[in-house]
């Protein structure tokens, strides 16, 4: 059936092989898929493409539609399928546990929770060695929050702008990308700065961030100095000056900003900006959701390419595999704070929870998932900058391992965000061609590229052939 599928965009690339049969497809017709979703699921999930997929099976860095055709997902379920679908060996350990043990909550112990948590914990440096359990990544952040306010007594934190770190009412005041943000009250105590970017910010050179891909912007730094980190540094300090009480509760970053588009800082600001943050009594966060697990691959979490440690840090998405759970690991002083009183979350560290998270992990290191993100992560980079040497409006392509950017313009000296309607044309075509990308930005002028962490070389030449396609037709119909 594959093979009959002719695509409504005609490519040169050729999709990789893959042995995988899929079901066959068993459940409602796409129309009634469509009106049930209508009728009975909140317009707030929104959907992707003109037409939304029907997705009815995955396997590995493959997902399958209702009708067989396959897909290469280079976005794996927004940053959340960090080994593959359907992983066979965290789909056995599942299985297993599935037949001993659902539930419990942490009233008792079960073997799985502390198995997970000395495993979770010992690839983390020290003193970062308690770990609280939770579902999701606004809920893990909900109470990083919290925890850093318990600590030290203070009130204010500080976030980029541009940051997404959840959308629950408390996590909304650290999200700062304008699309989130709803008509109530919100960000209490919370105070954004500054985000400093590279390609889009006042300022920016060609060796400013950790990445094989630098901007295109012309840089006239002396050796061993960073102009643009030292502006945004200035604009740090000025929001500690004005817009914070002379102590405050922490600062929350992530090591790449995900929704966003995989924006990266100068290689130095984050360092600086934890010793200003804890002259002031703040706690320093680091949100690992999308960038923990290897996914930046020189690194197992993305705050170590920033030679930092923080004082929280806060996991979720590829930490379970598409499986709901997310932790905050922090040190035992801050972790006491929150038991000063009780807290309790019901489905948090689960006994079905715990072995998937071992299951992931156990999985990274024996397919060398980590090493895999660097070396096909780099490779695709340096493709992708050959497109942005050809193609005008393509801007800026960055980001470490499998967390990839590439942000689109109308020219590269303006850097105007490329027009919805002409995103919208080049996304479609990828997905025609059988590619699936992520959108981002504040403009939603980026597209973002990370992909189950187990794709190949292979699969990335096909990838970058279909988006060179893509961009050509964008092109003839500029023409």
Not at 124 to 139: A, C, H, I, M, W
Not at 338 to 364: E, K, R, W, Y
Not at 382 to 403: H, S, T, Y
Request: charged residues 20%; contains cysteine; hydrophobic residues 35%.
């Amino acid at each position: 059936r594959q093979q009959k599928w002719k695509s409504l965009v005609s490519t040169q690339a050729k999709m990789p092989p893959c042995d995988f049969v899929p079901e066959k497809y068993k459940s409602y017709p796409y129309e009634r898929m469509q009106k049930i979703r209508e009728q009975n699921i909140s317009p707030a999930l929104r959907m992707y493409y003109k037409k939304p997929l029907l997705l009815h099976q995955g396997h590995m860095q493959w997902l399958f539609d209702y009708e067989g055709r396959r897909y290469l997902d280079l976005f794996a379920g927004i940053v959340t399928v960090s080994v593959g679908h359907c992983h066979p060996k965290v789909t056995m350990a599942t299985q297993k546990q599935l037949a001993r043990l659902w539930h419990t909550t942490n009233i008792y112990m079960h073997p799985s929770i502390q198995e997970y948590a000395e495993k979770l914990t010992s690839l983390l440096p020290d003193p970062l060695k308690v770990v609280y359990l939770t579902n999701s990544g606004s809920e893990a952040n909900d109470l990083a929050m919290f925890m850093a306010r318990l600590y030290t007594r203070n009130f204010d934190i500080i976030c980029f702008r541009g940051a997404y770190h959840g959308c629950s009412p408390y996590t909304l005041g650290l999200t700062s990308v304008g699309l989130y943000k709803h008509g109530v009250a919100n960000g209490f105590g919370c105070s954004t700065t500054m985000l400093p970017d590279v390609f889009r910010g006042p300022w920016g050179g060609s060796h400013c961030r950790d990445s094989p891909v630098q901007t295109v912007r012309k840089c006239s730094c002396s050796e061993g100095a960073c102009h643009a980190n030292d502006q945004y540094i200035e604009q740090f300090k000025d929001t500690l000056n004005t817009s914070v009480p002379k102590t405050i509760a922490g600062f929350i970053a992530e090591p790449i900003q995900g929704v966003n588009g995989a924006v990266q800082y100068p290689r130095n600001f984050l360092k600086e900006a934890f010793r200003l943050v804890r002259e002031r009594g703040g706690v320093c966060i680091s949100d690992e959701v999308q960038t923990g697990f290897g996914r930046t691959g020189s690194h197992f979490w993305g705050f170590q390419t920033y030679d930092v440690v923080p004082d929280i840090v806060t996991l979720a998405k590829g930490i379970g595999n598409g499986f709901p759970m997310a932790a905050v690991v922090t040190t035992k002083e801050i972790a006491s704070s929150l038991a000063q009183n009780l807290h309790f979350n019901t489905f948090g560290g689960s006994p079905l929870a715990c072995v998937v998270g071992a299951a992931v992990l156990d999985a990274i290191e024996e397919d060398g998932l980590q090493k895999n993100s660097e070396d096909v992560g780099t490779y695709m980079l340096l493709k992708l900058a050959k497109l942005r040497d050809e193609f005008k409006i393509v801007g800026d392509v960055r980001g470490k391992g499998l967390m990839i950017g590439v942000e689109m313009v109308t020219d590269k000296d303006s850097r105007h965000p490329l027009p919805a309607e002409e995103m919208n044309q080049i996304w479609e075509d990828c997905k025609d061609m059988g590619v699936l990308i992520g959108r981002g930005g504040l403009y939603s002028q980026t597209f973002r590229i990370k992909p189950p962490m187990c794709i190949t070389k292979k699969d990335v030449d096909f990838a970058v052939e279909v988006f060179h396609s893509a961009l050509q037709r964008h092109a003839e119909r500029a023409d």
